[in-house]
């Protein structure tokens, strides 16, 4: 059968994968009343094409935070990428060529290793178990070459997720990055906005923040100094009943006004999910799932296809839209679905 759209890897994944192992992958926190709502808000928007456009030559490269990417569309820091392919989070840098690729700190992989193999620029999600760590870890990532820090902030505690619980499904103990040393207590210092000065403090890297979904919040991170904010639910695997992270986009940006960069995740699984995404103000987006089901169906080439689905289907939805660059996308290209006779727009006319 021919692969034509990532949800085609997605069926083909989860045949590949033990039903423990797919259930941690897929699945959402508590009832996934969050994981459904972020397919259901892409599905809610709708598209205001413009016509009689020179589509002729489609450019969609950018900066992130300064680096040249080839797309607006950015690979999401996913752990234990070993479960899904022996090659792990190897095969997906060697993949992630046009793009920015987010390392995990549980990757299966040692950072180190992943920055030998990878063919475009790499940014480390650091979560480490206690100042100690996340100094080794900075220098670490830093001496290795990667570019920005992303601090998760959603994820105080693992959200629960029920389908892998009930199959048992538990997570490797061994975590690449900290090698054999025995993580002692657990997690003893997880980031609290009082730590971002210390953290800023080490490191002349860029300090991205994702699991926001406040405006109070991405205030918060503004005043702080951060560089940038991913506006994430974790792909609804944190907190259930938070809302879908395209509903909360606007009142972030609006809250922001341009002061830092901003992109988003949860739910990107089509090219038009990317242009409502940027239409409504992210400067990137990341894709999370679809990753691995690239890479347990085919590895490498499996992330460089899903890639390239997204990528495609991006510059085709740009096309039809009638956007020929990223900066003329804006928020006249897309609309809000009539509920009851009720319209919220986005578009003002
Ligand atoms: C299996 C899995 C592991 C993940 N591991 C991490 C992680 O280690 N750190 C992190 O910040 N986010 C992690 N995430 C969240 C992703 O970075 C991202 O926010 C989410 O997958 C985006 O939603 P999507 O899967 O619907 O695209 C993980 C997500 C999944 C599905
Ligand atoms: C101590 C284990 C943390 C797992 C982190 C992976 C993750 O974020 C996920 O959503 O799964």
Redesign the pocket.
Known sequence: MELVNVFDYESLAQTSLDAGTWA???GGADDEIT?RA?RRAFEQVQLRPRVLVDVSCITMNTRVLGIPVEMPILV?????QGLAHPDGECATASASTKTIM?V???SSRTLEEIAQVATGPLWF?L?APNRLWTERLVQRAAAAGYRAL?I?VD?PRSGRKEAAQRLDFHLPAYKANFGDEPMGNGFTSLPTWSSLAWLRSLTSLPIVL??ILTAEDALLALDHGMDGI?V??????QLDGVPATLEVLPEIIEAVNGRCEIYM?????RGTDVLKALALGAQAV?????I?WGLAVNGADGVANVLDMVRTEFEQAMALVGCSTLTTINPSFVRRMVFNGYLNGYHRS
Not at 265 to 269: C, E, L, N, Q
Not at 286 to 290: A, F, M, Y
């Open positions: 941690y992958f897929a994981l972020n999401a820091p996913i752990g234990f987010i995990s700190t549980f999600q979560t992303v998760t994820a994702k699991g991913i994430s639910n974790h792909g609804g695997r995740d949860s739910g990107i699984r990341l894709v999370g799932r679809p691995i």
